[in-house]
């Protein structure tokens, strides 16, 4: 069955505090908010992010804004200076969370009202 | 009657941001207030960094520069213009901005100047007292690295900014002002907010908050649309327009960009953690129900902030030497760009060990392929065979210089030396200084700010 990435029907914007990324999810249409708070789970994640973050990651949800923020600790591998990395602030975090594949299935059963 | 509104400016997103935007607005924005944030978490370290080598640096230049290219419009039109330009050194920012003041013979102009918010020189006398400055990342104590510091810094909030505009400062410069209080402060000092009034003051910083980051409220840095962005070239910043009930967003028809509810959604979380609870020097604001719509044209309003008590102790962040590190460039062409540079890395690896390289970190990615999305990036077969181009990147980072300086002459040989066909860019690397950033909490009462004008004869 066929996918498609997160960024079709999500927008983002990451950012940093020492070794934390922040990345924030925002539904493109308001009708996909409910689908993607349903799908784009701490456990979603913390498994696409395995190998990169390291810490804890906390969502919380701003129903108002059809949004939701992702905290994630030691996130960028040290964080400012210390870090390694090319991005050391994170900037892509958003855009590498958007990589994160939906099964076009599933996606409509829910937007059909067939929830599991 | 209409209501009272004050129009306040975002000038700068950070240090190093173009200037074009904040002269456009002072021209064309019809502005009350203009506030240029210039610090994010590491710069107060660099700035010192930059001290320590000339005691007349250690502040924001391109400052001086947007005052010298609008300081005197500014003036004639009785625009305010706050920033935490300061840097490390208030003093010499504030000399400057005299001899700008002079040279435009502004008579009358009274700059506005906080100080106290450095407290290297105190530190160790605090320590000694028995102040641990716990880390409030992983709880060791300043003690540890208490040979290493760099700078220390408290982040303050609104009262001396209003104490310089109380006494009619058309400039205001502070050192690590809380970015977000430079815009709070005048909007305080205008409608006469009570210290108790939580809810206007979360608005008001987050009228910061939405502005401080310059373009990236209206247009830059755009993940929804930013090919719907109009004349990136002359990207507008943020304008907010408030009155004692309402909250809008807007910028200049003179400018490119676009002030829209996704621009605003996009900022609104950025760099918070806890949208009910988003810690400012002068408030804990609360976003979790706050509303963005669209009132117009490139004009968006705000709802829904609130307000809770201020935190009772302030944030002091500590910079101290960390190491060094060093940056490596490669890049090799088609065909088989990412086999030959990883067979370069691989190349430096095996020198180093030669060398016995004592490193505490070592980083290969390769550009093109890994460097940003890291694990997630795409690594289809397909697609890896037939890279253009691929730049191999080696990065460490030691305790010692010299340990740094070793992988530096390693890698242009690699040309003569190595896999066929690749090209050295950029010179040969340098050796930077690591900086580690020491979060901790000092008590208000600790912390003495003193606001001083000086009036330019």
């Known amino acids: 069955m066929e996918n498609f990435y997160l960024k079709e029907i999500a927008h983002s914007r990451s950012g940093d505090k020492g070794n934390i990324s922040n990345v924030c999810v925002f539904a493109r249409d308001p009708k996909d908010y409910d689908f993607l708070k349903s799908f784009l789970t701490v456990e979603r994640v913390k498994k696409h992010f395995e190998n990169i973050v390291k810490g804890e990651i906390i969502r919380y949800e701003v129903d108002s804004l059809k949004g939701m923020n992702f905290v994630m600790y030691e996130a960028l591998g040290g964080g400012a200076t210390l870090s390694l990395r090319l991005d050391t602030l994170g900037k892509s975090m958003g855009s590498a969370l958007m990589r994160i594949e939906i099964n076009k299935k599933e996606y409509e059963d829910y937007r059909k009202g067939v929830k599991k | 009657m209409s209501e009272k509104e004050v129009v306040i400016g975002g000038g700068q997103g950070f240090w190093g941001d173009s200037p074009d935007a904040a002269i456009d607005m002072i021209k064309h924005g019809n502005l009350d207030y203009m506030s240029c944030d210039f610090l994010a978490e590491l710069t107060m370290s660099i700035m010192q960094r930059q001290k320590n080598k000339n005691p007349k640096a250690g502040y924001a230049r391109d400052f001086i520069n947007i005052l010298r290219e609008v300081g005197k419009e500014a003036f004639e039109k009785n625009i305010k213009i706050i920033s935490n330009a300061g840097g490390v050194n208030v003093e010499e920012a504030v000399n400057q901005i005299k001899n700008v003041a002079e040279e435009n013979s502004l008579r009358g102009y009274k700059i506005g100047y906080v100080l106290g918010d450095n407290l290297l020189e105190q530190l160790p006398k605090l320590m000694d007292e028995g102040y641990e400055f716990i880390n409030s990342d992983d709880g060791r104590k300043l003690s540890e690295i208490k040979d290493s510091i760099l700078n220390a810094n408290v982040y303050f909030g609104k009262e001396p900014i209003i104490a310089c505009l109380q006494r009619g400062a058309n400039v205001v410069v502070t050192g690590r002002a809380?970015?977000?209080?430079?815009?709070?402060?005048?909007?305080?000092?205008?409608?006469?907010?009570?210290?108790?009034?939580?809810?206007?003051?979360?608005?008001?910083?987050?009228?910061?908050?939405?502005?401080?980051?310059?373009?990236?409220?209206?247009?830059?840095?755009?993940?929804?649309?930013?090919?719907?962005?109009?004349?990136?070239?002359?990207?507008?910043?943020?304008?907010?327009?408030?009155?004692?009930?309402?909250?809008?967003?807007?910028?200049?028809?003179?400018?490119?960009?676009?002030?829209?509810?996704?621009?605003?959604?996009?900022?609104?979380?950025?760099?918070?953690?806890?949208?009910?609870?988003?810690?400012?020097?002068?408030?804990?604001?609360?976003?979790?129900?706050?509303?963005?719509?669209?009132?117009?044209?490139?004009?968006?309003?705000?709802?829904?902030?609130?307000?809770?008590?201020?935190?009772?102790?302030?944030?002091?962040?500590?910079?101290?030497?960390?190491?060094?590190?060093?940056?490596?460039?490669?890049?090799?062409?088609?065909?088989?760009?990412?086999?030959?540079?990883?067979?370069?890395?691989?190349?430096?690896?095996?020198?180093?060990?030669?060398?016995?390289?004592?490193?505490?970190?070592?980083?290969?990615?390769?550009?093109?392929?890994?460097?940003?999305?890291?694990?997630?990036?795409?690594?289809?077969?397909?697609?890896?065979?037939?890279?253009?181009?691929?730049?191999?990147?080696?990065?460490?980072?030691?305790?010692?210089?010299?340990?740094?300086?070793?992988?530096?002459?390693?890698?242009?040989?690699?040309?003569?030396?190595?896999?066929?066909?690749?090209?050295?860019?950029?010179?040969?690397?340098?050796?930077?200084?690591?900086?580690?950033?020491?979060?901790?909490?000092?008590?208000?009462?600790?912390?003495?700010?003193?606001?001083?004008?000086?009036?330019?004869?």
């Open chain 2, 178 to 457: 809380a970015d977000s209080a430079l815009f709070l402060a005048p909007l305080m000092h205008e409608f006469g907010w009570d210290n108790n009034d939580y809810d206007n003051i979360a608005r008001g910083i987050m009228v910061g908050h939405l502005l401080e980051c310059g373009g990236q409220a209206s247009g830059g840095n755009y993940d929804y649309d930013w090919r719907g962005i109009p004349n990136m070239d002359q990207l507008g910043f943020p304008i907010a327009k408030v009155t004692e009930n309402q909250t809008f967003i807007t910028k200049t028809n003179t400018s490119g960009g676009r002030v829209t509810e996704q621009t605003l959604k996009e900022q609104i979380l950025y760099e918070v953690h806890d949208p009910a609870n988003y810690i400012t020097p002068d408030i804990v604001a609360d976003i979790s129900n706050v509303e963005v719509s669209e009132f117009s044209k490139d004009c968006v309003e705000i709802k829904n902030i609130k307000g809770k008590k201020r935190p009772e102790n302030l944030k002091l962040s500590i910079g101290y030497h960390a190491g060094y590190k060093v940056e490596t460039y490669l890049c090799y062409a088609w065909p088989d760009a990412y086999e030959k540079a990883q067979y370069a890395a691989d190349i430096i690896i095996k020198k180093m060990k030669r060398k016995n390289l004592k490193a505490e970190d070592i980083r290969i990615d390769f550009l093109g392929l890994n460097a940003l999305h890291l694990d997630v990036a795409n690594m289809d077969k397909n697609l890896v065979r037939n890279m253009n181009e691929v730049v191999m990147r080696i990065a460490i980072r030691t305790l010692s210089k010299d340990e740094a300086k070793k992988i530096i002459p390693e890698i242009a040989p690699l040309q003569l030396n190595g896999p066929p066909g690749s090209s050295f860019f950029g010179g040969r690397s340098a050796v930077q200084d690591v900086i580690g950033l020491w979060p901790t909490f000092i008590p208000r009462n600790m912390v003495n700010l003193t606001s001083n004008i000086l009036e330019v004869k």
